[in-house]
């Protein structure tokens, strides 16, 4: 199969859609398959030898890692030309922004049918637009109209997870298919922990890792709230914060209002290869999101063999398994994540639990889905 895929996020950008895309594109790649990446980036290009083909975009002015493509790109023939050029027989859009409507013209111009995956909780990222209430709901009205028009245009709707179904299943007559994004597990099963202890300088002590975006709707400042509270009852453990993102500086203004800068360590960005090391130097993962549509570092840290302790919210409950592979905790209530936090970190004997549940989202397995999906409309 030939398909076309168009995301208005993509390197060096990096989140969770982008982790799904390079997941999925591994593996489909190796079966034989070929991919045609539609993308913003720093200018007009045809990577034709990698099958990229980027579009000018600017940095979003609230968070600079991601860039949007010029309006006036949609009037232009080029993307009609090359999808043309390419003989696809799927588009699969990733985005219902710019990047996405690139993907329905597309689709009607050719008809080639088209297909979309629901990745991430808009609305709550509306804040990122105005900080007025009565403006972030006149956004959310207006997303909720957009993604009705967006998705009649769709042959097949994908959501990674019963969650993410459950919030758009109103928004469409259609059906919504589950797909997780699936992982590498041979990669996540082994790491040199100590390897990244001596990167950060933490020789002993319990280590709570954080993986993903810092971004307000991840729910951090929870964990700055709860640290005192785990600190009494463990007054060695380390808070290592994995990622980068536009609530870095507050977040690190609260630890130092908190005087625990001795409990938190901020790696900034770490490389992919590096990843599975500071799963495996840590004791417990800790993640009070509210806004996974899946929450693919906590299967990561689950194949590394890492209970999981977090939000009783949304996709998180379908992962954590509540007293098995992890525990689950009140979203809003730091006084439950600290506890539920030292119970993991006395607890013991939950790894091969954890690795085993990580087994059902395989990369392997979710591509067997997601190929089957797509060779349903052809």
């Not at 009852?233 to 380390?238: G, L, S, T, W």
Request: aromatic letters at 10%; proline letters at 4%; glycine letters at 8%.
């Amino acid at each position: 199969m030939k398909i076309a895929w168009f995301t208005d996020t993509w390197l060096p950008t990096r989140d969770g859609v982008v982790t799904s895309l390079l997941s999925f594109k591994d593996e489909i790649e190796k079966r034989g398959n070929e991919i045609y990446l539609f993308v913003p980036g720093k200018s007009d290009k045809d990577d034709f030898d990698n099958r990229i083909f980027y579009y000018r975009a600017k940095p979003f002015r609230k968070y600079p890692n991601y860039r949007v493509a010029r309006i006036r790109s949609l009037f232009g023939s080029r993307t009609k030309k090359l999808i043309g050029k390419m003989d696809i027989d799927i588009i699969h859009s990733h985005s219902p922004v710019l990047m996405g409507v690139h993907g329905v013209i597309a689709s009607h111009y050719h008809s080639i049918p088209l297909v979309f995956t629901y990745h991430t909780f808009l609305g709550d990222s509306v804040y990122l637009l105005s900080s007025s209430p009565p403006i972030q709901h006149a956004a959310r009205k207006l997303l909720r109209t957009w993604l009705k028009w967006y998705f009649r245009r769709c042959s097949g709707i994908i959501a990674p997870s019963r969650a993410a179904r459950g919030e758009i299943k109103e928004l469409t007559d259609g059906e919504i298919e589950i797909i997780p994004t699936g992982i590498d597990m041979e990669r996540f099963a082994h790491g040199d922990g100590k390897k990244a202890r001596d990167e950060i300088g933490v020789e002993n002590g319990k280590i709570i890792l954080h993986v993903g975006r810092i971004v307000k709707e991840k729910n951090l400042d929870l964990m700055v709230e709860a640290a005192p509270l785990l600190l009494e009852k463990i007054p060695d453990a380390i808070f290592v914060i994995v990622g980068e993102g536009p609530h870095a500086d507050e977040l690190k203004q609260k630890v130092r209002d908190a005087s625990l800068e001795n409990n938190f360590i901020f790696t900034g960005f770490v490389e992919d290869e590096k990843l599975p090391d500071y799963y495996h130097a840590a004791d417990i993962f800790a993640f009070p999101s509210k806004y996974e549509t899946q929450g693919i570092v906590a299967v990561e840290a689950m194949a590394a063999g890492l209970p999981v302790v977090a939000a009783n919210v949304r996709s998180l409950p379908e992962i954590v398994e509540n007293g098995k592979t992890g525990f689950l905790f009140d979203a809003d209530d730091a006084h439950d994540f600290a506890e539920k936090m030292i119970v993991a970190l006395d607890s013991g004997g939950m790894g091969e639990e954890a690795r085993k549940a990580a087994g059902r989202y395989s990369i392997q397995k979710c591509t067997d889905m997601l190929l089957s999906f797509y060779e349903g409309f052809l």
